[in-house]
Each structure stands twice: as structure tokens, then as C-alpha cells.
């Protein structure tokens, strides 16, 4: 199972962070290779995103859904499909704007790693990650300054 953890500091307000990870439209603008996505309201709020992903030109069926986290500050997770597991974001109030922490566990499917190399796999996903986080930064920080991104390029 591959790990990966990054922390990113957003100029906003916690509160705006976390309306933009609460809304699944903005997970079609921050998640890189994100297609033909297709939102489905779950019971207490929540969503789950079901979607055609590209990982290296391979195409494969993921989801995302919301779980319900304990704690104001979290927002959870789970992964299904080619690759599978959790996202965790805690977000916190770091002087004049907000820190993000971003953890993920996630295992590949069979099929996946049948035409991939591990090392090759794990590399592309972390600069994967790295683009969301990257995005959501800027996609905060964008709407804060009332700026109206179409989509951003990672």
C-alpha cells in the first residue's frame, strides 16, 4: 500500500477551504486526469464522485465519497476502483490563512499494476497529489479574490 502525506499552506480562511473541498465541483477543476465525472448526493450531506481517471494513458473507473470525520477540522474520504483507500485533509488556521494537510493511503488494482511498473505508478500519483493540493490552493485562493477559474491547468 503506497503512503503519501503533504502539507500546503492556502491564503484563506479554513472555513473557505473547507467549502471548497465540501463542494464536488471542485473536485472536476483540482483533480488532474478527472473525466466524465458524475456526482451522486449521499444521506447526510455527503457526496460520492464516480468518474473516468487517466493514470500513464490507462483509463480506469474511480470514485470518491464522503465519509463522515469526527472532528470539524477533518475531511474524509474513500477511494474505490483502480486505485483504492483514503484521503484525509485536516485543516487548520495558520496565521493569516489556513494549512492543509494532506494524507492518503492507496493500493492499486491488479490491472493497473499488470501494465505499470510499481515505481513508475507511485511516482506518477505523488505528482498527482501534489497537483491537487497545488489546485486547491489556488482555486481558494482564486475564489477569495473573487476570480473565476474555468479550470487549472496542473
Not at 506518477?124 to 486547491?136: A, C, E, I, K
Amino acid at each position: 500500500m503506497g503512503k503519501y502525506t503533504r502539507q500546503v499552506w492556502i491564503v484563506a480562511s479554513p472555513e473557505d477551504v473547507r467549502a471548497a473541498i465540501d463542494t464536488p465541483e471542485t473536485w472536476q477543476i483540482i483533480v488532474p486526469g478527472m473525466q466524465d465525472a458524475e456526482i451522486t448526493r449521499t444521506e447526510g450531506g455527503g457526496y460520492r464522485i464516480d468518474y473516468t481517471y487517466k493514470l500513464a494513458g490507462i483509463r480506469g473507473k474511480r470514485s470518491i465519497e464522503t465519509v463522515t470525520a469526527e472532528l470539524e477540522t477533518q475531511r474524509l474520504f474513500d477511494l474505490d476502483g483502480t486505485l483504492s483507500g483514503t484521503y484525509t485533509f485536516d485543516i487548520t488556521e495558520q496565521g493569516a490563512g489556513t494549512r492543509v494537510k494532506f494524507d492518503t493511503e492507496y493500493q492499486f488494482s491488479s490491472r493497473i499494476l499488470d501494465r505499470i511498473t510499481r515505481q513508475f505508478a507511485n511516482q506518477y500519483v505523488t505528482r498527482q497529489f501534489d497537483s491537487l493540493l497545488g489546485n486547491l490552493k489556488h482555486y481558494v485562493e482564486m475564489e477569495d479574490a473573487d476570480i473565476e477559474p474555468e479550470t487549472l491547468d496542473a
